[in-house]
């Protein structure tokens, strides 16, 4: 089998196009090609006239002589192979069934660990319709909602799979996506994404496999207390919705809480858990029309069901020394109301797998670090993060709508009365103001620089009836649970602080991926004993 990379296509190119080019590159008949199977696929939009795919192929033949060339290689199938380990005792637990508590828990339960997974939310259909509820009445429920329950924060996102790690391990996780029932392109695609019509029934297939192989999720299930004994994890103490408080007695604890289980950290500080603040970003969603970006990135094949809708990712350093880019890039989306606190606002954005909406929108954020929010502790960025939810709530007119202002007002510091040519999809309904009013000048000031710089490369970012929505304040974790090699606590032995809640990942693969590496160390431990 060998890996030929940088084939360039046509959009009207074929199985067979890329079948004759592969022969050429390995110097062979195309008859000699037994099978040919895509690596890798994206799009090459730098010449707007010509759009071109560029792929990576793997293709078995009967080559007489060693194929020779530096896009050339061989290719092995790759299989994640789970470490052996020695079941314990006390069977480990997950806190958390994000994708770091649930690839953690697939991994700790494929080695016969049996794994206990606690869960503050719901399962997942139970949670879409609570979802449901708040967007179309602004009822919300604190215990399960965006942030929390099955499937995790990005279970109502865009499903985005793309993401800076090179850790072998992603491919585990996109193999195991796939074998749940995701489609199969996100293997191949360089920008995979499932889209948050296609994660539930995912996410599902995924906790069945882990009950099939003896693991257990409790759902409405909230860990309230971690028990120890002599610096080292005892068990945990759990509160179940409407059913009391228990004890689980384990060595060994994955706390995957995800970014915005604040209630949680509360009580892990007080307990004295080894903890710092981190920077992280803050800001505002940004919305256009879908056929701007997509004329701005395809010219004129804006519109070619072969490309889908178009995306960007852009990012300027401004000359304050701040850095200002987009994030969680939404084509075809819709602005989420993200809130899990009472009276406290916050926003995401989420897309079908279709990704066939009116508008694309990101997340415009801005860089921050511990000295912009002061002192209080390695709990300060949190705080911070509640101070902006709290104002972008009044703002908003205490009811969970959006405060919202057009572009062309931000940018003259004027309040917006209404707005134009865009309509903002954030479900409760929206109330045109000025931002200025929740977000601190020095935000608010480079944010306005940073989409005038933008706009110098992606024309149209400035459009003046495009939309902000406030606030965007959960793009990470503002706080790091610090762990060492082991990845154990520093402070609590048996304690595996894992993925974006504790501030070692930022989306759902590079999450699933700290998971998995937690629970390979918990299975080297356990062989150890």
């Given at each position: 089998?060998?890996?030929?990379s940088?084939?360039?296509?046509g959009?009207?190119?074929?199985?067979?196009?890329?079948?004759?080019?592969?022969?050429?590159?390995?110097?062979?008949?195309?008859?000699?090609?037994?099978?040919?199977?895509?690596?890798?696929?994206?799009v090459?939009?730098?010449?707007?006239?010509?759009?071109?795919?560029?792929?990576?192929?793997?293709?078995?033949?009967?080559?007489?002589?060693?194929?020779?060339?530096?896009?050339?290689?061989?290719?092995?199938?790759?299989?994640?192979?789970?470490?052996?380990?020695?079941?314990?005792a006390?069977r480990?637990?997950?806190?958390?069934?994000?994708?770091?508590?649930?690839?953690?828990?697939l991994?700790?339960?494929?080695?016969?660990?049996?794994?206990?997974?606690?869960?503050?939310?719901?399962?997942?259909?139970?949670?879409?319709?609570?979802?449901?509820?708040?967007?179309?009445?602004?009822?919300?429920?604190t215990e399960?909602?965006?942030?929390?329950?099955?499937?995790?924060?990005?279970t109502?996102?865009?499903?985005?799979?793309?993401?800076?790690t090179?850790?072998?391990?992603?491919?585990?996780?996109?193999?195991?996506?796939?074998?749940?029932?995701a489609?199969?392109?996100?293997?191949?695609?360089?920008?995979?994404?499932?889209?948050?019509?296609?994660?539930?029934?995912?996410?599902?297939?995924?906790?069945?496999?882990?009950?099939?192989?003896?693991?257990?999720?409790?759902?409405?299930?909230?860990?309230?207390?971690i028990?120890?004994?002599?610096?080292?994890?005892?068990?945990?103490?759990?509160?179940?919705?409407?059913?009391?408080?228990?004890?689980?007695?384990?060595?060994?604890?994955?706390?995957?809480?995800?970014?915005?289980?604040?209630?949680?950290?509360?009580?892990?500080?007080?307990?004295?858990?080894?903890?710092?603040?981190k920077?992280?970003?803050?800001?505002?969603?940004?919305?256009h029309?879908?056929?701007?970006?997509?004329?701005?990135?395809?010219g004129?094949?804006?519109?070619?069901?072969?490309?889908?809708?178009?995306?960007?990712?852009?990012?300027?350093h401004?000359?304050?020394?701040?850095?200002?880019?987009?994030?969680?890039?939404?084509?075809?989306?819709?602005?989420a109301?993200?809130?899990?606190?009472?009276?406290?606002?916050?926003?995401?954005?989420?897309?079908?797998?279709?990704?066939?909406?009116?508008?694309?929108n990101?997340?415009?954020?801005?860089?921050?670090?511990?000295?912009?929010?002061?002192?209080?502790?390695?709990?300060?960025?949190?705080?911070?993060q509640?101070?902006?939810?709290?104002?972008?709530?009044?703002?908003?007119?205490?009811?969970?709508?959006?405060?919202?202002?057009?572009?062309?007002?931000?940018?003259?510091?004027r309040?917006?009365?209404?707005?134009?040519?865009?309509?903002?999809?954030?479900?409760?309904?929206?109330?045109?103001?000025?931002?200025?009013?929740?977000?601190?000048?020095?935000?608010?000031?480079?944010?306005?620089?940073?989409?005038?710089?933008?706009?110098?490369?992606?024309?149209?970012?400035?459009?003046?009836?495009?939309?902000?929505?406030?606030?965007?304040?959960?793009?990470?974790s503002?706080?790091?649970?610090?762990?060492?090699?082991?990845?154990?606590?520093?402070?609590?032995?048996?304690?595996?602080?894992?993925?974006?809640?504790?501030g070692?990942?930022?989306?759902?693969?590079?999450?699933?991926?700290?998971?998995?590496?937690?629970?390979?160390k918990?299975?080297?431990?356990?062989?150890?004993?």
């Amino acid at each position: 089998m060998y890996r030929i990379s940088d084939i360039s296509i046509g959009l009207d190119g074929t199985e067979d196009d890329l079948k004759k080019k592969a022969a050429k590159r390995l110097n062979v008949p195309v008859d000699k090609i037994k099978s040919l199977k895509l690596y890798k696929k994206s799009v090459d939009a730098r010449k707007k006239g010509s759009i071109r795919f560029i792929c990576t192929v793997d293709a078995e033949c009967g080559c007489v002589r060693e194929p020779a060339g530096a896009k050339i290689k061989k290719a092995e199938p790759y299989r994640y192979a789970v470490p052996a380990g020695v079941k314990p005792a006390k069977r480990p637990v997950v806190v958390g069934f994000g994708p770091a508590g649930m690839f953690s828990a697939l991994v700790l339960a494929e080695a016969g660990q049996e794994p206990i997974v606690i869960e503050r939310g719901c399962d997942v259909d139970t949670r879409r319709k609570q979802v449901g509820l708040f967007f179309s009445t602004g009822k919300l429920d604190t215990e399960s909602n965006v942030q929390f329950g099955e499937g995790g924060a990005g279970t109502f996102s865009d499903g985005k799979l793309n993401t800076g790690t090179k850790d072998v391990r992603v491919r585990a996780v996109l193999q195991a996506f796939a074998e749940a029932g995701a489609p199969e392109e996100i293997l191949y695609l360089a920008k995979p994404h499932i889209g948050t019509d296609k994660l539930p029934p995912v996410v599902k297939n995924i906790r069945r496999r882990i009950i099939q192989l003896g693991g257990e999720v409790r759902f409405e299930s909230k860990m309230t207390k971690i028990l120890q004994k002599g610096g080292s994890v005892s068990g945990v103490e759990v509160e179940a919705r409407g059913a009391g408080a228990y004890e689980i007695e384990t060595g060994s604890v994955v706390m995957a809480l995800g970014h915005s289980a604040r209630d949680t950290l509360e009580m892990l500080c007080s307990l004295g858990l080894m903890m710092e603040p981190k920077a992280f970003s803050v800001g505002a969603r940004i919305e256009h029309p879908q056929y701007m970006i997509d004329s701005a990135q395809y010219g004129k094949s804006a519109g070619d069901p072969r490309l889908g809708a178009a995306d960007y990712k852009l990012a300027v350093h401004l000359k304050n020394g701040r850095g200002v880019y987009t994030f969680c890039m939404c084509p075809g989306g819709t602005v989420a109301a993200a809130a899990s606190e009472e009276n406290r606002l916050a926003t995401n954005g989420m897309s079908s797998f279709a990704r066939d909406g009116a508008n694309a929108n990101s997340a415009l954020l801005v860089g921050v670090a511990p000295g912009d929010f002061g002192g209080g502790g390695p709990l300060a960025g949190m705080y911070f993060q509640r101070k902006l939810e709290e104002k972008a709530f009044m703002l908003g007119g205490g009811n969970y709508r959006a405060p919202v202002q057009r572009v062309e007002d931000f940018l003259l510091k004027r309040a917006s009365e209404s707005t134009g040519g865009v309509k903002p999809s954030y479900p409760i309904g929206v109330t045109p103001c000025s931002l200025d009013a929740c977000l601190p000048p020095f935000i608010t000031d480079s944010m306005r620089e940073g989409i005038k710089l933008m706009d110098r490369k992606l024309p149209g970012f400035a459009y003046p009836d495009a939309v902000l929505t406030a606030v965007e304040s959960r793009s990470s974790s503002p706080v790091r649970v610090t762990r060492g090699a082991d990845m154990q606590s520093l402070s609590l032995r048996g304690l595996y602080p894992c993925g974006e809640g504790a501030g070692y990942a930022g989306g759902i693969v590079s999450a699933a991926v700290d998971g998995i590496k937690c629970a390979e160390k918990i299975l080297a431990a356990s062989a150890e004993k």
